[in-house]
């Protein structure tokens, strides 16, 4: 069933990373949003 969800160009695990980059930037933007309001 999993196989299913994964992308057939078989970058699944790159693509998941590239993302995981991206919420932790926009962690660290939100964080110094916070504390510098």
Do not use: D
Request: proline residues 3%.
């Amino acid at each position: 069933m999993f196989g299913k969800l994964l992308p057939r160009e078989g970058n699944f695990f790159e693509m998941f990373n590239q993302h995981a980059e991206r919420i932790v930037e926009a962690a660290h933007a939100f964080e110094q949003l916070v504390a510098n309001y």
